[in-house]
């Protein structure tokens, strides 16, 4: 039986009254430390500023599993966040979405990543944005191997005004 089945099993039993909370807490803890996870590391990082602004933490870092939370991986949500998925204002992770946004998918106002996604600017393999910057690009002003937009600009564009490998727009001269 898989951890994950097992872990269901657990939570059935105390669903019915078989298990106290206090029970179905220690044989949760007990089976996610058991070697069928030593794979993964033992415990992620969690830290999270006491000072707040607007709600949010001042900054926050959620990296790698936390069993004890039952979480695969970590989300940080502050004003700068660090983790696999990061939520802020500034925010870095495989998962980034914030005004600022750096990641392996960003998403914000400003995104810098693999795949970016950005209000204002979009800069990244395959960026999306009002100024899209990448390998593909697709936003109002578009500059990359393969352009689309209002103005693009690259290998192969298609747009309104464009300048490609075949074809440059006179008004764009």
Same mark, same amino acid.
Do not use: N
């Given at each position: 039986? #898989?951890? +994950?089945?097992? *872990? %269901?099993?657990?939570?059935?039993?105390?669903? %019915?009254? +078989?298990?106290?909370?206090? %029970?179905? @807490?220690?044989?949760?803890?007990?089976?996610?430390?058991? @070697?069928?996870? #030593?794979? /993964? &590391?033992?415990?992620? $990082?969690?830290?999270?500023?006491?000072?707040?602004?607007?709600?949010? &933490? !001042?900054?926050? *870092?959620?990296?790698? &599993?936390?069993?004890?939370?039952? %979480?695969?991986?970590?989300?940080?949500?502050? $004003? /700068?966040?660090?983790?696999?998925?990061?939520?802020?204002?500034?925010?870095?992770?495989? !998962?980034?979405?914030?005004? /600022?946004?750096?990641?392996? !998918?960003?998403?914000?106002?400003? =995104?810098?990543?693999?795949? +970016?996604?950005?209000?204002?600017?979009?800069?990244?393999? +395959?960026? $999306?944005?009002?100024? =899209?910057?990448?390998?593909?690009?697709?936003?109002?002003? =578009? $500059?990359?191997?393969?352009?689309?937009?209002?103005?693009?600009?690259?290998?192969?564009?298609?747009? *309104?005004?464009?300048? #490609?490998? @075949?074809?440059?727009? &006179?008004?764009?001269?």
């Amino acid at each position: 039986m #898989s951890p +994950a089945q097992e *872990v %269901e099993r657990l939570a059935k039993l105390h669903a %019915e009254g +078989a298990l106290t909370a206090e %029970e179905f @807490t220690k044989a949760k803890s007990q089976l996610l430390s058991t @070697t069928a996870l #030593s794979k /993964f &590391p033992a415990k992620g $990082i969690r830290r999270q500023s006491q000072r707040k602004f607007c709600g949010l &933490p !001042l900054r926050a *870092v959620a990296i790698g &599993p936390d069993w004890e939370r039952g %979480e695969m991986r970590g989300h940080a949500r502050g $004003i /700068f966040a660090l983790g696999d998925i990061a939520t802020g204002w500034f925010a870095c992770g495989g !998962l980034a979405r914030g005004f /600022f946004a750096i990641g392996g !998918l960003a998403i914000g106002l400003f =995104a810098f990543g693999g795949a +970016a996604i950005g209000v204002f600017l979009a800069v990244g393999g +395959a960026a $999306i944005g009002g100024l =899209a910057l990448g390998g593909g690009a697709v936003g109002g002003i =578009a $500059i990359g191997g393969g352009a689309c937009g209002y103005y693009a600009f690259g290998g192969g564009a298609i747009g *309104v005004h464009t300048i #490609s490998a @075949t074809h440059q727009d &006179p008004a764009c001269a």
